[in-house]
């Protein structure tokens, strides 16, 4: 998400990032926010050893959206933490530049490969998509197979928690929420004033997260067959 900030008599955009988690009891909350400056592997190992430092003692699946240096970050600092990147991000950012005459039947072949129920026959499809629009957009098959090692995390897992873990919808729809409080403020003073309006906005949206995911029971019980020995001993 992007706003405005006045910076030494200029206005210049700023990105700022949202750290969203929910525990295993299925509660959402927002774990951390940042303004980028310097988005750099160095700024993301600084956001992953200050969760690590305020109590997160363990991430089972992250979901990030393609952002250069985040996975390393992240394997980093939880080494065991499994990545998924966001399906969603992928198919828009592989996909901006196709023409309108070709993107529905293209979409439809890459539905093929990213619902696929099983990693085999995705990678099947994937080259099935290859054989048919390579010649034409070489770039697609390239990025999905060069990224999918983390694009892939999700076929391991049932429904239920592929809903849960191959997008970062939820994040998207915090930042809609944080827009409409925002709207009215084309343009903020500095960093801080812009950090505190946001944390306000946050500690109001967060308020309504009382309870959990209607399918938890079913997600909780899947993880914890597929992370026991991580689990074990927590009350949980």
């Known amino acids: 998400i992007h706003y405005h900030v006045r ?46 430092n305020r109590g997160v003692e363990d991430i089972l699946i992250a979901c990030v959206d393609g952002l250069n240096g985040f996975p390393q970050a992240i394997e980093a600092v939880y080494p065991k933490t499994e990545i998924q990147q966001c399906i969603i991000h992928q198919i828009r950012n592989s996909t ?58 999700y076929f391991k897992y049932p429904e239920a928690v592929r809903r849960l873990i191959y997008t970062t919808n939820a994040i998207e729809g915090f930042n809609r929420q944080l827009r409409k409080v925002t709207k009215s403020k084309t343009v ?3 960093d801080d004033s812009l950090l505190k309006m946001l944390y306000l906005a946050t500690m109001d949206i967060t308020k309504k997260w009382t309870g959990h995911r209607q399918d938890w029971g079913q997600i909780h019980s899947q993880l914890e067959i597929y992370f026991e020995e991580r689990l074990v001993g927590r009350n949980l």
């Not at 030494?8 to 959402?28: P, Q, S, T």
């Not at 303004?35 to 600084?46: H, I, P, Q, R, Y």
């Not at 629009?133 to 983390?150: E, F, G, L, R, V």
């Open 96 to 153: 901006k530049f196709v023409s309108y005459k070709d993107i529905k039947k293209l979409m439809a072949d890459l539905k093929l490969v990213y619902a696929a129920p099983t990693e085999e026959t995705a990678l099947n499809e994937l080259e099935l998509f290859k054989d048919k629009w390579d010649s034409k957009y070489p770039k697609i098959y390239k990025s999905w197979h060069d990224n999918w090692a983390t694009l892939s995390t």
């Open 7 to 52: 910076s030494e008599g200029r206005i210049v955009k700023r990105a700022v990032y949202i750290a969203l988690g929910i525990d295993m009891n299925g509660k959402k909350d927002v774990l951390g926010m940042y303004v980028g400056e310097n988005e750099s592997a160095k700024f993301w190992l600084s956001i992953m050893n200050g969760l690590k």
């Open 188 to 190: 903020f003073p500095s």
